[in-house]
């Protein structure tokens, strides 16, 4: 053995490796990451993690929220840090151990390693928000929401995605009191353009076209919000007709055509 590693301080530090691999933190960043998104592409990634591994994580998911998924990130790249460290003393002695005793180990985890440090710096980037489809949500998306009228019947409530400085909104065009006038079987009132937080249960119903410029949008709904008094009224001009003038110009509703096509169709808002 004069001038070769001795094989058990190499066998030792694979060992150690292994250890670090399955000490429970990437099983449970892995888990924490999955949690708390829906983009498709991350969570093939941290599927790929767990097969490189051979260990199985939590895929309930739970509720977006990027900041999880950096703090979990960086808590993978750190705790890679350290067995990448154990790696390099390997690296530094390998040629020195007879390769009998850690050439099919050498192999397997060069693989491990190359594998993790090509996953993790895939995982580190902004996830996609997306609905509850997993589809991603774009700036200017038509969106719709379920939602029930004072009759439990259902029906779909539309919008628009708008950015803001604290992450994605939905623009909407809704009433508040209604009122149906004289020999009249039709709701009218006044619309208002009033924006919430987006969530996950507004679904995507089309993507604006790349060709698109958001900025078209943007300006028909800020000149929808300087329009005083506008009547909303059910059947010519509700939150359908409004989201789809401000998505491509054109005011119409589908669910009306559809409730004209169908009798089982959804209700108007």
Request: hydrophobic share 35%; proline share 3%; glycine share 4%.
């Amino acid at each position: 053995m004069s001038g070769k590693a001795h094989p058990g301080n190499m066998l030792n530090l694979f060992a150690e490796i292994q250890h670090h691999l399955h000490n429970g933190t990437i099983h449970h960043e892995l888990s924490l990451i999955v949690k708390h998104t829906r983009d498709k592409e991350i969570l093939n990634i941290c599927q790929k993690v767990s097969d490189c591994l051979e260990i199985e994580i939590d895929t309930s998911f739970h509720q977006n929220n990027i900041e999880q998924h950096f703090n979990s990130v960086k808590a993978l790249i750190n705790h890679f840090h350290k067995i990448n460290d154990i790696y390099n003393k390997i690296l530094e002695k390998v040629s020195e151990c007879d390769p009998k005793w850690i050439e099919a180990l050498f192999k397997a985890t060069e693989s491990q390693i190359v594998s993790l440090s090509n996953y993790y710096a895939l995982l580190d980037r902004m996830p996609d928000i997306t609905d509850v489809n997993g589809e991603p949500v774009k700036p200017g998306d038509l969106v719709a929401i379920k939602c029930k009228d004072e009759k439990e019947r259902n029906y779909e409530h539309y919008g628009i995605i708008v950015p803001s400085q604290k992450g994605f909104r939905v623009a909407h065009f809704f009433t508040g009191a209604t009122i149906k006038a004289q020999n009249s079987l039709v709701e009218k009132g006044f619309g208002y353009v009033h924006e919430t937080a987006y969530s996950p249960d507004w679904i995507i119903k089309e993507h604006l076209p790349e060709i698109i410029p958001y900025s078209h949008l943007e300006g028909r709904i800020k000149e929808s919000r300087n329009q005083e008094r506008r009547v909303w009224n059910k059947l010519s001009y509700n939150c359908e007709h409004w989201a789809r003038q401000m998505f491509n110009g054109e005011a119409k509703c589908t669910q009306l055509e559809d409730m004209k096509n169908n009798k089982e169709a959804l209700l108007v808002c």
